[in-house]
């Protein structure tokens, strides 16, 4: 079965600090897709990034960056420079294309907090 | 891009009655749709999963008999928490899958049961 961890579930950093946020996950397909989003106080999920199983290609977005290793199962979310609007809780989740229904499972999710 | 209305934002009721929250896929066809519950400090757990025209697939430990789905159009899928109880106050998001690979979420539904 499908499953993702977290094994941060908090993390304070002070702000202009870089900081990682891990993520672990068990699948049985060859055929995935990882997710990272963002989820403020006010509960919304805002989508971060979409990654296949067969790109394995680290991705940089401005401040952000990913990190898929398939063979350690890992898809690592760096945070450069962090700021304080960075704070809220991120989830890394995994679907499975052929398993599951295309079901969407989340791992437990990290606090970040970014202080001042 | 694809965006799911979810209605309502918030909703407070009193233990017994039953809450209705609506998904709208409002440009895009989903022919199915997610339904998780969060409830405060906790991951979104996968409640069920619905796809049009057919019966809702529940998650294991699930009442299907206290949270009744219907996805009867494409565009359409509701979570009716029928009798519900203080425990059941969380926070409530559907998803639809808005192409092969892609997830769009609806704002999500704060439940409150006094």
């Known amino acids: 079965a499908q499953k993702v961890t977290q094994a941060q579930t908090e993390i304070s950093v002070v702000e202009k600090e870089d900081v990682t946020l891990d993520c672990v996950y068990e699948?049985?397909?060859?055929?995935?897709?990882l997710f990272w989003y963002k989820q403020p106080p006010s509960g919304e999920l805002v989508f971060l990034i979409r990654?296949?199983?067969?790109?394995?290609q680290n991705e940089i977005s401005g401040r952000y960056s990913w990190n898929f290793q398939k063979s350690t199962s890992s898809f690592n979310f760096t945070i450069t420079a962090s700021q304080v609007v960075d704070s809220a809780v991120y989830f890394c989740?995994?679907?499975?294309?052929?398993?599951?229904?295309?079901?969407?499972?989340f791992g437990q999710g990290t606090e970040l907090s970014v202080k001042p | 891009g694809a965006v799911v209305s979810q209605h309502p934002s918030r909703v407070i009721c009193k233990s017994g009655t039953s809450v209705k929250i609506e998904c709208r896929s409002l440009?895009?066809?989903?022919?199915?749709m997610f339904w998780y519950r969060q409830f405060p400090k906790q991951s979104l757990m996968l409640m069920a999963t619905s796809n049009e025209g057919s019966k809702a697939t529940y998650e294991q430990g699930v009442e299907k008999d206290k949270f009744l789905i219907n996805h009867a159009s494409l565009t359409l899928s509701t979570l009716t928490v029928t009798s519900a109880h203080p425990e059941d106050s969380s926070f409530y998001i559907c998803?639809?899958?808005?192409?092969?690979?892609?997830?769009?979420f609806g704002s999500g539904t704060r439940l409150t049961v006094v």
């Open positions: 990654r296949n199983s067969f790109d394995e």
């Open positions: 998803s639809a899958r808005a192409g092969a690979d892609g997830y769009t």
């Open positions: 440009d895009f066809q989903a022919t199915t």
């Open positions: 699948t049985r397909d060859t055929t995935y897709y």
């Open positions: 989740a995994l679907s499975e294309v052929y398993n599951q229904g295309g079901k969407l499972i």
